[in-house]
Nanobody, 114 residues
């Protein structure tokens, strides 16, 4: 049973930065898709970013140029660097594995104040 545990969320002012981490209990292969979704209050789950291997990345239009997803297979970790944060980035961020996603973390709250 794969377990994913997110960390790194918190509160920040607009324009600030945060780095989310996702620790995976089992091993991950470079071909495994890993990534992040988010859910703001009252809204549906929204795709944020995905990474396959070390160089194949996909981003939602709303975060392109501001967020960067990376992974470290040796450390079983996936990371999301978020720069130039906006109040509309406020949400619970969930890490996932697989595509379509088959394993999820419990989420970490990100709050961006104006």
């Amino acid at each position: 049973q794969v377990q994913l545990v997110e960390s790194g969320g918190g509160s920040v002012q607009a324009g600030g930065s945060l780095r989310l981490s996702c620790a995976v209990s089992g091993s991950i292969l470079s071909i495994d898709a890993m990534g992040w979704y988010r859910q703001a209050p009252g809204l549906e789950l929204e795709f944020v970013a995905r990474i396959v291997s070390e160089v194949s990345t996909t981003y939602a239009d709303s975060v392109k140029g501001r967020f960067t997803i990376t992974r470290d297979n040796a450390k079983n970790g996936v990371y999301l660097r978020m720069n130039s944060l906006k109040p509309e980035d406020t949400a619970v961020y969930y890490c996932f594995k697989g595509w379509p996603p088959i394993s999820w973390g419990q989420g970490t709250q990100v709050t961006v104040s104006s």
